[in-house]
C-alpha cells in the first residue's frame, strides 16, 4: 500500500513546496479503532487520502462454513460489538427465514426492546464520541452511566455484557427476569431527561456546530452510489429504512418515524442519530406496553426440533433427550435454501445471505456489512477539508473495525 | 403500479431472450441466471430503465462449487429499487480457470471494494476494475482462501494427538 502513488498535486494558490505525508492510524488514538490513512497534505488541508482496512480480519465467513448454525451467533457478536444483540438477532432470524418458523408475538417483542436498546447503545457511543473528537469529553463520560445500564440488562438476559450471544433460534434461552423489566423500566424513566441534557450540551454549542457544520458532506445521489444505507444515508436525505422498508420481527406493529437529514454531513449524521435514539425509546415504550396483555411465560416457540428443551426434560423424556442431543452435536435437520435478510443495524442494512445445502453448516453465508460498503466513500468525504475535520468525519461515520474486516 | 418479480421478468426476457435463464423465488426474491459476458448490460439495463430502477446495489459475494465443470464459481449481485421496495438476485457463473467477469464499478462506487473483496477470496477478475487489488488479506497471499479446495480443520476429527487440547492420540 505505502509504495503506490496517489495522483498528488498541489492545489492552486498553494504556499507550500510540497505535501506531505502523513500516516493517520492504525492505531491512532483518535480513530477509534484500526483504520489506516495514509493522507497527502498540503499544510493542514487533505489533498488526497488512500485507506487501508483488514487489520484485524478473521475470516468468520470462512469459519462459519465449519460451524454448526447455533455457534455461528456468538460469531455475529464480534462484527458490531457495540451493538451486538442486533446482529445475534439478524443471523437468528435469517435461520429461522430458512426454516419457516413463526415467532409468537410476545418473543418479536421482546426482540425488538433488545434491538432498540442495542440501537441506542450504539447511537450513544458515536453521538457521544463525535463530542470528544471536538473536545468535550463531558458528555461522553455522562452517558456512559446510561450504556452501563443498558449492558446491565444485557447481563440480566442473557448473562454477558459486550459480546452477548443473546436469543437462540427458536426465540430466548430464558425468559426475561422481573429484574430485567425493573431495569428496563427504570431505563424508560430516567434516560430521557439524561438524553435531553446531553443534547443540550452539543446540539446548539457554537463550537460544536463549526467543527461539524458542512463536515464530510455527502449528497444524495453520491451516498446511494456510495452504498450508504443507515444514518448516514438518511443524514443526506434518504428515508430508507430496513425496520419500514421489509419489516421484520414485528416491525410493523409498532408506530415510529424515520428522522431525515437534508445536508448529509456529520452535524446531520449526529441529529439523525439523536433523533433516532427519542423513536428507539417510543419503540421500547410501546413494547413494553403490548407486552402488558400477552401471558408472560412465552419466551420460544414451540419448535422442538430446533429449539433447547428444558433440562428438567431431557433427563426424563425420551424425545426432549433426542432434540438435546442433536442440537448440541449441530445434527438439527436444515433445509436447504438460498435466503437473504436484512435487518436495521446500528449503521446500516446488515444482511446476511445464507446458501444451505442441508448439511450441519452452512454452504455459504456472507455478511452484508454496512460499514465496510460506505468506507469507500471517506477519502471522498474528507478530501479537501482540514486534518481536524478528518477525525470528527470519521467518528460520525460510526466506524466498527470488527464488522469492517469481518 | 408497484412492480412484481413477474413484471420484471417479463420486461427481462423481452430484452435479452435466452441470456438469462434460472428465474426463480426462493423466499419471493426474484433470482436469475445471466450469461457470463451479459453480466454488466443486464446491469445497466436494470439501472437504466425507467420502469425497473435498480439503482442501489446491496451486496456482490460469490460462491465456489467445485462441482459443477466450467462453471465453478459464481458472482451474486443483490440489486435493490428503492423507490418500489423490490430486491433483485444476479447470478453469474464463470470457470474457475479463467474467472473474467465485467466489473460494476462504472454503475456503482460501492462495487469498487466489494468486487475486490470477491477477489480477494474467490480470484473472481473483474474486467475494467480501476484498482484490483486485496482489501482483506495480506497483499503477500498467493491464493483464494474462501475456494472450497481449503477446508478448515474438522472439527470432529478424532485421529489427532493433542493432548495440550484434551484430544489423546490413541482414541
Known amino acids: 500500500m505505502l509504495d503506490q502513488k496517489q495522483h498528488i498535486k498541489l492545489p492552486e494558490g498553494s504556499i507550500e513546496k510540497d505535501t506531505t505525508t502523513l500516516n493517520l492510524g492504525p492505531t491512532h488514538p483518535a480513530t477509534h479503532g484500526v483504520f489506516q490513512n495514509i493522507l497527502e497534505i498540503d499544510g493542514e488541508r487533505i489533498v488526497s487520502a488512500v485507506s487501508t482496512v483488514g487489520y484485524i480480519h478473521r475470516a468468520f465467513e470462512k469459519i462459519a462454513e465449519r460451524r454448526p448454525y447455533y455457534q455461528i451467533t456468538p460469531l455475529t457478536d464480534r462484527l458490531n460489538y457495540c451493538s451486538a444483540p442486533i446482529n445475534n438477532m439478524g443471523w437468528i432470524l435469517t435461520v429461522e427465514k430458512l426454516l419457516g418458523l413463526e415467532m409468537p408475538k410476545r418473543v418479536d417483542y421482546l426482540r425488538v426492546i433488545i434491538m432498540e436498546l442495542a440501537r441506542i447503545a450504539d447511537h450513544l457511543i458515536c453521538s457521544s464520541v463525535m463530542g470528544v473528537d471536538t473536545g468535550a469529553l463531558t458528555g461522553f463520560v455522562y452517558v456512559m452511566t446510561y450504556r452501563e445500564l443498558i449492558y446491565e440488562i444485557y447481563e440480566e438476559i442473557c448473562g454477558s455484557r459486550l459480546t452477548t450471544n443473546i436469543g437462540r433460534i427458536g426465540g430466548f434461552e430464558r425468559n426475561f427476569t422481573p429484574a430485567a423489566f425493573a431495569k428496563i423500566e427504570r431505563f424508560l424513566n430516567e434516560y430521557p431527561a439524561v438524553l435531553k441534557e446531553f443534547e443540550t450540551l452539543l446540539t446548539r454549542n457554537r463550537i460544536f456546530m463549526e467543527r461539524t457544520q458542512g463536515v464530510g458532506a455527502i449528497s444524495a445521489e453520491r451516498a446511494l452510489s456510495y452504498g450508504f444505507t443507515g444514518p448516514n444515508l438518511r443524514a443526506a436525505g434518504v428515508d430508507y429504512d430496513v425496520r419500514v422498508a421489509n419489516p421484520y420481527s414485528s416491525y410493523q406493529d409498532f408506530d415510529f418515524s424515520i428522522p431525515v437529514g437534508t445536508t448529509g454531513d456529520s452535524y446531520d449524521r449526529f441529529q439523525v442519530r439523536n433523533a433516532e435514539m427519542w423513536e428507539s425509546l417510543s419503540i421500547i415504550r410501546q413494547a413494553m406496553d403490548k407486552l402488558k396483555s400477552l401471558p408472560a411465560d412465552v419466551y420460544h416457540a414451540d419448535v422442538p426440533a430446533y429449539y433447547l428443551p428444558e433440562k428438567q426434560d431431557v433427563y426424563t423424556k425420551m424425545e426432549a433427550l433426542i432434540y438435546h442431543f442433536k442440537i448440541v452435536m449441530g445434527e438439527a435437520d436444515m433445509l436447504p435454501g438460498e435466503v437473504y435478510n436484512a435487518v436495521e443495524g446500528a449503521n446500516g442494512e446488515l444482511g446476511f445471505y445464507l446458501i444451505s445445502d442441508g448439511g450441519r453448516s452452512p454452504y455459504r453465508l456472507h455478511f452484508r456489512r454496512p460499514c465496510f460498503i460506505y468506507y469507500q466513500a471517506y477519502a471522498e468525504l474528507v478530501q479537501g477539508g482540514m486534518l481536524s475535520d478528518a477525525i470528527v468525519c470519521m467518528s460520525s461515520l460510526n466506524l466498527i473495525a470488527g464488522e469492517l474486516d469481518a | ?171
Do not use: C
Not at chain 2, 81 to 97: G, H, M, T
Open chain 2, 1 to 171: 403500479m408497484s412492480l412484481t418479480n413477474e413484471r420484471i421478468q417479463q420486461r427481462l426476457t423481452e430484452k435479452f431472450g435466452d441470456v438469462l435463464t434460472g428465474f426463480e423465488e426462493p423466499f419471493g426474491l426474484l433470482t436469475l441466471t445471466a450469461q457470463k459476458d451479459y453480466n454488466l448490460k443486464v446491469m445497466q439495463f436494470l439501472f437504466d430503465d425507467e420502469e425497473l430502477r435498480f439503482r442501489f446495489l446491496t451486496d456482490i459475494t460469490a460462491v465456489h462449487y467445485p462441482e459443477r465443470k466450467n462453471e465453478e464459481l459464481a458472482v451474486v449481485y443483490h440489486l435493490h429499487n428503492l423507490q418500489d421496495n423490490i430486491r433483485l438476485r444476479l447470478k453469474v457463473f464463470a470457470p474457475v480457470a479463467q474467472p473474467d467477469v465485467f466489473t460494476a464499478t462504472k454503475l456503482y462506487e460501492s462495487a469498487n471494494w466489494m468486487e475486490r473483496e470477491t477477489y480477494d477470496f474467490f480470484g473472481i477478475n473483474f474486467v475494467g476494475h480501476p484498482n484490483l487489488i486485496r482489501v482483506l488479506n495480506v497483499d503477500e497471499m498467493t491464493y483464494f482462501p474462501m475456494r472450497k479446495e481449503f477446508p478448515l480443520e474438522d472439527s470432529m476429527r478424532i485421529d489427532k494427538d493433542d493432548e495440550m487440547f484434551g484430544r489423546g492420540g490413541n482414541v
